[in-house]
């Protein structure tokens, strides 16, 4: 299978306090990959690491066939178009539009005077009605984003990553701010569009259970080392107190 | 669902967002034809070109670059006057805007809208009328002397520091209100521990601005006889001594950048 990321002996962290410590795997097309583990263990930095809004020390990360580490930052912002991302928080623009949050994920295809009067394309418009519809939005694009439910906000997060097509998914605890049935449906719909679109994805989640429900694959970070790695099915008892074990200094 | 086709929803939406653009490039226009005319009403009309574009205005700037530096010995004691002065009135502004602020803010006024009415009237006054003034009412009041610029001053920063205290306390986070609350907490004690400790950084920070820009009124009140720096300003300018005139002007820079070096550290230590 083709491999689209592959992290090595990746480093991060200021000069007292080591966040990640050496931390390598790798991601082929069709992956869905759970970074579990303890609040604190590095999984939010491991994965800002990969489109560096957190700049790693040491390490690689290959992806596209390419160093991210060693781009310039204009080569840098054109691999994040590549690169969808979700967040915890959802981090829509509230004032704004549903549509015009959604179109914000083209802006790395957009230049900087047409984002200024919102040029988007015809096509762009067209793309972001489709994933609105999609995700069930299709009702609510000329809303303000702070007039949503949280399940829904989510939901334009979704569409605005997609939008970028990327050719991978990052995704930081999608769930931690919804109520545990709304979780499963944000994971079922984040999975089907990635199946549906053939986008690997790295997803960080402390919910173990949601975990094991929705990803081929599981990782599990305990102070920034990576204590597990493997299917859900061998997520045992053992593993699990080995990542959640904490040392008492 | 839908009855009309992706397309034609698609041509909708594009539409719509033609029409708002539009919009917004008519307001812009609007705003900008006001300014143009503005300029060419006010500015172009009624400037006496031929003095700026003979480079009178050179020569005239020239002369204050000829530093009196003769003058520095006598500055120390005004500067220390002027802070002391500005200390003195930003903190009793600050006495005034604590009442002030809490009638003004929305969420903690007292009496509904009839107090938070009263509290941005006297807002608005203060801000209202200027510091000259001000300075001149006091004076009649109190008689010349450092006394009416404070109080001046003092009168002065209520708008600001009121203002901007109001407007952080209706920006609070009421998570940490609520839990005071549940806990069985008094309005007091709601306003002591859960607001008072997220305005902190705003109120510091805004405190040493007003305090700044204290320093720089207290200046311009030495015309109504306010000790200082203001009052050897205003003594050089009688005299009409350029020099001097610079030598004080970069006194009043120095003691602001002061301020501001100062200022960074408290900040750090309370944020």
Not at chain 1, 106 to 119: D, E, H, N, P, V
Not at chain 1, 182 to 193: A, K, N, P, W
Not at chain 1, 205 to 230: P, R
Not at chain 2, 243 to 268: D, T
Request: overall charge neutral.
């Amino acid at each position: 299978m083709q491999t689209v990321l592959e992290v090595r002996n990746l480093h991060a962290g200021y000069a007292d306090r080591e966040i990640l410590k050496g931390i390598s795997f790798t991601l082929n097309a069709d992956d869905f990959f759970a970074i579990i583990g303890p609040s604190g263990a590095g999984k939010s930095t491991l994965i800002r690491c990969v489109n560096r809004l957190v700049e790693p020390k040491s390490g690689e990360v290959i992806f596209n066939g390419r160093d991210m580490l060693k781009l310039t930052p204009a080569e840098l912002r054109g691999e994040r178009r590549n690169i969808g991302m979700i967040f915890q928080e959802f981090n829509l623009i509230e004032r704004l539009s549903v549509m015009d949050n959604v179109l914000t994920g083209r802006l790395g295809y957009t230049g900087t005077f047409r984002s200024i009067f919102r040029l988007y394309t015809k096509d762009e418009i067209k793309q972001a009605l489709v994933l609105l519809d999609r995700v069930g939005l299709g009702e609510h694009i000329d809303k303000r984003a702070d007039r949503l439910s949280g399940g829904q906000r989510q939901r334009v997060g979704i569409a605005r990553a997609l939008i970028q097509n990327p050719k991978l998914l990052l995704v930081d605890e999608p769930t931690s701010s919804l109520d545990p049935k709304i979780s499963r449906e944000v994971m079922g719909l984040i999975r089907e569009m990635a199946r549906e679109f053939h986008i690997p994805v790295l997803c960080n989640i402390h919910d173990v259970d949601l975990a094991c429900d929705f990803c081929s694959h599981v990782i599990g970070l305990q102070d920034g080392v990576k204590k597990f790695e493997g299917p859900p099915a061998k997520l045992d008892k053992q593993a699990l107190q080995e990542i959640y074990a904490m040392e008492v200094l | 669902m839908n009855a009309l086709s992706i397309d034609a929803r698609v041509d909708g939406i594009a539409a719509g967002r033609r029409r708002a653009r539009a919009l917004r490039f008519m307001s812009t226009f609007l705003i900008l034809a006001v300014v143009v005319w503005s300029i060419e009403a006010i500015v172009i009309a009624d400037t006496d070109w031929n003095r700026i574009l003979t480079g009178s205005l050179l020569s005239t700037m020239q002369r204050f670059l000829d530093l009196d530096w003769s003058l520095l010995p006598d500055l120390w004691e005004p500067a220390l006057e002027t802070v002391l002065m500005a200390t003195l009135a930003t903190l009793a502004g600050l006495v005034l805007s604590i009442p002030v602020a809490w009638l003004g803010a929305s969420n903690i006024t007292p009496y509904g809208k009839t107090s938070y009415a009263i509290g941005r009237f006297l807002m608005t006054m203060s801000r209202s009328v200027h510091e000259i003034v001000w300075g001149l009412i006091f004076v009649s009041a109190v008689g010349l002397g450092a006394l009416a610029g404070i109080l001046a001053m003092a009168v002065r920063s209520v708008g600001f520091i009121s203002k901007t205290i109001a407007e952080a306390i209706e920006d609070v986070d009421p998570k940490p209100l609520e839990a005071i609350r549940a806990a069985g907490g008094t309005k007091f004690q709601i306003l002591w521990f859960a607001i008072l400790p997220q305005i902190i950084p705003v109120f510091v920070g805004n405190m040493i601005f007003e305090w700044d820009i204290n320093i720089r009124r207290s200046t311009i009140l030495g015309l109504v006889g306010a000790g200082g720096l203001g009052l050897v300003l205003f003594r050089q300018m009688a005299m009409s001594n350029n020099g001097g005139i610079a030598v004080v002007i970069l006194a009043v820079l120095s003691l602001i950048i002061f301020g501001e070096v100062i200022s960074y550290y408290a900040r750090k230590a309370v944020i």
